[in-house]
C-alpha cells in the first residue's frame, strides 16, 4: 500500500508549497466571515476605547497644564507676599531702630537735665550751707572778735551797732588779707 501512494503521489507531480484551490477558498471565506465580525464588533469597541483613552490622556494633560498654570500663580503670589513680609520686616526693623535712637536720646536727655537738676539742687544746697556757716562763722567770729576787742581795750564792748561795726570792719580785714595771699601764691605759681 505505501508503494500504492508513492506512485499516486509521483504521478499527479502536485507541489507541497501550493494550497489547493478548495483550500484557499474555505480559508478566504472564514478570513471574510471574522474580518465583518471584526470589522463590526471588536473594531469600534478598540475606536471607542482608544478615543475614550484619548480624551483621558488630553483631560489628564489639561488638568495638569492647569495645575501647573495654578502652582505658577501660588508661587508667584507667595514671592510677592515674601518681598511684601521683607519689605515690611525692613520698615519694621527701621522703625524700631529709629525708636531704639529716640528713646536712648531721650534716656540721655532726661540722664542729663536729672543730672544738672541734682547738681544745681546740690549747688543750692551746698551755697545754703555755707551762707548757714558764714552767718554762724560771722557770728562766732563777732563774738570772738568783741570779747578779744574788749580784751585789747579793756571795755567791755555793749553797745550792737559798734560791735557789729568793729566785727565787719575785722572780718573785711581778713577777707583782704586772705585775697592777697591768694594772688601772691598765683603770681609765685604762674612765674
Not at 499516486?8 to 466571515?33: G, K, T, V, W, Y
Not at 478598540?46 to 489628564?60: S, V
Request: glycine share 4%.
Amino acid at each position: 500500500m505505501l508503494n500504492s501512494v508513492v506512485i499516486a503521489a509521483a504521478a499527479e507531480q502536485h507541489n507541497p508549497l501550493i494550497p489547493q484551490p478548495a483550500d484557499i477558498i474555505a480559508s478566504l471565506i472564514c478570513f471574510i466571515i471574522i474580518l465583518f465580525f471584526f470589522w463590526k464588533l471588536v473594531l469600534p469597541r478598540m475606536r471607542k476605547l482608544l478615543d475614550e483613552r484619548a480624551e483621558a490622556i488630553e483631560g489628564n494633560i489639561a488638568k495638569a497644564d492647569e495645575a501647573q498654570h495654578k502652582a505658577e500663580a501660588l508661587l508667584e503670589e507667595y514671592t510677592a507676599q515674601l518681598a511684601d513680609a521683607r519689605a515690611e520686616a525692613a520698615k519694621i526693623r527701621e522703625t524700631a531702630r529709629t525708636d531704639g535712637q529716640k528713646i536712648v536720646a531721650e534716656a540721655k536727655d532726661n540722664a542729663t537735665a536729672e543730672a544738672a537738676r541734682v547738681t544745681a539742687a546740690a549747688q543750692a544746697q551746698i551755697e545754703a550751707e555755707r551762707q548757714g556757716a558764714l552767718v554762724s562763722l560771722r557770728g562766732e567770729v563777732g563774738s570772738l572778735a568783741i570779747d578779744l576787742a574788749s580784751g585789747v581795750v579793756g571795755e567791755v564792748l555793749t553797745d550792737d551797732k559798734k560791735a557789729q561795726a568793729i566785727v565787719d570792719r575785722f572780718l573785711a580785714d581778713l577777707e583782704s588779707s586772705d585775697a592777697r595771699k591768694a594772688q601772691a601764691q598765683e603770681a609765685g605759681s604762674s612765674n
